[in-house]
C-alpha cells in the first residue's frame, strides 16, 4: 500500500515562496517517478513538474517553468516543490503523485500516474 501525504501550502502574498513537501511511504518507492499536478476551483487537474527516480531528469509546465523546483530525498521517500515568484494564477489545490511505471523516465500525463495524496491547499493574494 502506498500513502503520499503533501504539506506546506498556505496564503501566501503574490512574489511570494512557498516549499510543499510530500512524504510517502510504500516499498520500492524509490523507484518510480514522481509528480505534482494542481486543480483550481472550475478546472481541470493540470500537470506542474515531475521528476524521475534518481532525480537526474525533471519536466516543468510552461507557466511554472523557471519559478518551481522540484527535487527529491530517497532517504526520506519525501518529494519537494520549491515554487518562488507566486501569482495568484498559482492558486489551487496541489496533489502529489507516483507514477504507474519504473521511474526511468519523467511523466507529464495525469494517466501515467496511479496513487494519490489528498492535497494541499495554495492560495496567492495579490
Known amino acids: 500500500q502506498v500513502q503520499l501525504v503533501e504539506s506546506g501550502g498556505g496564503l501566501v502574498q503574490a512574489g511570494g515562496s512557498l516549499r510543499l513537501s510530500c512524504a510517502a511511504s510504500?516499498?520500492?518507492?524509490?523507484?518510480?517517478?514522481m509528480g505534482w499536478f494542481r486543480q483550481a476551483p472550475g478546472k481541470e487537474r493540470e500537470f506542474v513538474a515531475c521528476?524521475?527516480?534518481?532525480?537526474?531528469?525533471?519536466s516543468y509546465a510552461d507557466s511554472v517553468k523557471g519559478r518551481f523546483t522540484i527535487s527529491r530525498d530517497n532517504t526520506k521517500k519525501t518529494v519537494y516543490l520549491q515554487m518562488n515568484s507566486l501569482n495568484p494564477e498559482d492558486t489551487a489545490v496541489y496533489y502529489c503523485t507516483r507514477s504507474r511505471l519504473n521511474g526511468s523516465r519523467c511523466y507529464r500525463a495525469i494517466g501515467e500516474y496511479d496513487y494519490w495524496g489528498q492535497g494541499t491547499q495554495v492560495t496567492v493574494s495579490s
Open positions: 521528476i524521475n527516480w534518481n532525480g537526474v531528469s525533471t
Open positions: 510504500g516499498r520500492t518507492l524509490n523507484m518510480y517517478s
